[in-house]
């Protein structure tokens, strides 16, 4: 703001004496005048103020102060060291280079929007980052100093730099409009960033976001506490900006605080988390409560211990110093007393980790879910394109098996050219095909399972009147029904096969826990669809494995 201000000044006062040398005819001072100016003028067109080019209507703004944060002992054991050289063999650059990112996030069209600025403490080329990073540099085709590169691993990504210290880097239009002359930038909102002197800042605007984020609050209702509802409705409507700064070197290092339009929504904003924290609490207490007392692995000692930390936290968490009011802000803070807010963030980590592992862990089984899917969709073009689905191997002439249907199928998961590379009158294991073992296509590993080249981690099952037969099951044989009959199981780890090796689940032979983790696995059916199966005994789903018994399979627990 205050360069914008300079730079009007200055046009001024050079328009006012031009007018007056030409009023007097003094021609060499308005050329001295002219020299002077004109340098200052092109430096703030060509290098716009920190935040000139983040849009006032952003959804959220980040800044970091990285020039800052590597002179910082609140950040001396970062691996620095490790992020220089990773930045130089990944994107061409130096970590140490670059002085501060500013990050912008705009509303969500049919895509995410977003942008970076990036601004170092020397001049830097984007032609000369790694070819691995971007495409070669092209020029805007009307000024030839704006220059672009398109990032190669994500295609809606590009880079653009006119000046010399500062790259530009986000999706398509946020780009686009970074770099227009027509786009408002800045305003109160980006300003609450542009003003902290946190080293790490991070603000979301959730006035612009309220009508979504209410609308996800309501689909998501019937799993809110009935007695907190009211008070989370109205403090996503009663809240204008939230902001995270985190002061390594300050008294109290954490700050979140919560913006409203004015002192009486603030007043009452504070009410509302004040209820929210007490009956958030209350819940949260007969929850683990619950949970410690229900708890078989749990050893007496071991419960005293969980409820004398949960004593801790509630009374640390319920201390009214907790937050306080300032400037119509809510700021929420660490604690003198508390040392420092790693202490907080332990506390928040400690609670988080569950959560964070069962969504890791859901990711990981959607994953698989997701592997299965290809398989089947493969068996079923499979089919199409043969009239009968894949054999369980791929046999010599005299019918001994050679290579695995995981092998059959690869031309229908987009792996043609690996299909092409192997002799298939040769075995598994042949001088040529074990070459081959270590190419497996991703789809047959199972993302939690140990990381392996060659093992398999899905098996179709096998047996008298089960799965994939020697010759090709055609669906007019599957008189259960293909909705209620497995075609492919995903296996417990270590529980896996070499992929190319014509190997699969003996059901008739091998119990439900001598293949299924404890926490049960994904099953794919004949119709395409797949779903989670928890661990039973093996009467109840082996009616799911044969296809021709007449048997209706019962419903699981």
């Known amino acids: ?301 071991m419960r005293a211990a969980a409820r004398k930390y949960g004593d801790r936290i509630v009374s640390m968490v319920t201390d009214d110093s907790f937050w306080s009011v300032e400037n119509d802000r809510i700021v929420l803070r660490t604690e003198a007393s508390m040392m420092s807010s790693y202490q907080t963030i332990g506390v928040m980590t400690g609670l988080l980790l569950p959560a964070v592992q069962a969504a890791r862990e859901a990711a990981r089984r959607m994953s698989s879910s997701n592997n299965i899917r290809q398989i089947l969709l493969a068996m079923l073009n499979y089919e199409s394109a043969f009239k009968k689905l894949p054999p369980r191997a791929i046999t010599d002439a005299d019918g001994n098996p050679l290579l695995s249907w995981r092998v059959t199928i690869l031309p229908f998961i987009e792996e043609n050219a690996l299909y092409n590379e192997f002799h298939l009158d040769e075995p598994w294991d042949s001088e040529h095909n074990i070459k081959l073992l270590d190419r497996m296509p991703a789809i047959y590993h199972h993302p939690s399972h140990p990381p392996s080249s060659n093992m398999a981690s899905y098996l179709a099952p096998y047996g008298k009147g089960i799965g994939l037969t020697e010759k090709g099951l055609r669906f007019r044989d599957i008189t259960d029904g293909t909705s209620n009959t497995i075609a492919v199981v995903e296996v417990a780890p270590g529980k896996g096969v070499p992929w190319t090796k014509p190997d699969d689940l003996d059901v008739e032979s091998t119990p439900v826990e001598g293949w299924m983790a404890p926490q049960g696995a994904n099953v794919g059916f004949f119709d395409g669809s797949v779903r989670m199966f928890p661990r039973v005994p093996d009467e109840i789903i082996a009616p799911y494995f044969t296809f021709n018994e007449g048997t209706i399979p019962p419903a699981l627990p």
């Open 1 to 301: 703001m205050t360069s914008n201000r300079i730079r009007v000044r200055n046009y001024n006062r050079s328009r006012l004496v031009r007018s007056a040398s030409m009023f007097f005819g003094n021609s060499a001072i308005l050329a001295v005048l002219v020299a002077i100016v004109t340098p200052k003028l092109l430096r703030a067109q060509d290098a716009p103020v920190r935040y000139g080019d983040i849009p006032r209507d952003s959804v959220a703004v980040a800044s970091l102060e990285v020039s800052q944060m590597r002179e910082s002992k609140a950040f001396a054991a970062w691996p620095w060291e490790v992020f220089d050289v990773l930045c130089r063999e990944q994107f061409g650059f130096q970590l140490n280079d670059i002085e501060t990112i500013d990050a912008s996030v705009l509303m969500p069209t049919n895509q995410p929007e977003f942008g970076l600025s990036i601004r170092t403490a020397k001049p830097m080329d984007i032609a000369e980052l790694s070819e691995k990073l971007a495409t070669p540099t092209e020029s805007a085709p009307n000024d030839s100093n704006l220059r672009f590169r398109d990032i190669l691993d994500y295609p809606l990504l590009r880079l653009a730099q006119k000046d010399p210290q500062r790259m530009l880097m986000g999706t398509q239009g946020t780009l686009r409009r970074m770099l227009s002359t027509r786009t408002q930038f800045g305003g109160e909102f980006v300003s609450l960033v542009q003003k902290s002197p946190s080293m790490l800042r991070f603000a979301v605007n959730t006035e612009r976001l309220r009508d979504l984020i209410i609308s996800l609050v309501l689909s998501q209702q019937q799993m809110l506490p009935p007695e907190m509802t009211e008070d989370i409705m109205r403090v996503i409507e009663l809240t204008d900006n939230l902001m995270i700064e985190i002061r390594p070197d300050a008294p109290n290092p954490l700050h979140v605080t919560f913006g409203t339009s004015g002192a009486a929504d603030t007043e009452l904003l504070a009410k509302s988390l004040t209820r929210i924290r007490v009956e958030g609490l209350a819940l949260a207490r007969s929850t683990a409560e619950s949970a410690i007392e229900n708890d078989p692995s749990m050893s007496e000692d």
